[in-house]
């Protein structure tokens, strides 16, 4: 047993040597250390980025054609277009889950610089995963959600907020 442990130990004080070497050989001068080495990038990748919520989200759309966000809720009358801008942020992706509460056909559709969108529509109870993607701090990407119908508007188990509207929530 005692024998196991030592070994642990040295192996931890060797990768310790090894990643302290490689900060240093990384860095430009002795003040600053460069994270802009490939493995550190790399092993920041294994943390999960932060998940995106309805607060990232800033209303592009009039407010009187669209309301703002109900706490999670986002609504959408009938025959409308909701846009929303979503800053562009420095993980590698981002993603805001969002499920169809109320309305019988939902459109989405994200466009990022540099990102191939496209539309997918979505019906009573299912969800989305918007992902966003790493960005310059200049770039944002918009979120645009239509309710393209909101016959049968209520969903099973869900409180109805009227019949022309379309209800989306995180």
Do not use: H
């Amino acid at each position: 047993m005692g024998m196991k442990l030592f070994v642990a130990l040295l192996v931890l004080l060797v990768l310790f040597f090894v990643l302290g070497v490689g900060l240093g050989a990384g860095s430009a001068n002795d003040d600053t250390i460069d994270t802009d080495v490939g493995w550190i990038k790399g092993m920041s990748n294994l943390l999960p980025a932060p998940e995106l919520t309805v607060d990232d989200l800033s209303a592009q759309s009039p407010a009187a054609q669209c309301p703002p966000p109900q706490g999670d809720l986002l609504v959408i009358p009938i025959g409308q277009s909701c846009s929303y801008r979503i800053a562009a942020t420095s993980a590698p992706v981002r993603t805001l889950p969002l499920r169809v509460v109320q309305g019988a056909d939902v459109a989405f559709r994200l466009t990022q610089p540099g990102v191939a969108g496209g539309t997918q529509r979505r019906r009573c109870n299912q969800t989305i995963d918007v992902d966003v993607y790493e960005g310059d701090a200049d770039e944002f990407a918009s979120l645009t959600i239509t309710c393209l119908s909101a016959t049968d508007s209520t969903c099973p188990g869900e409180p109805s907020l009227g019949n022309n509207v379309c209800v989306v929530e995180q």
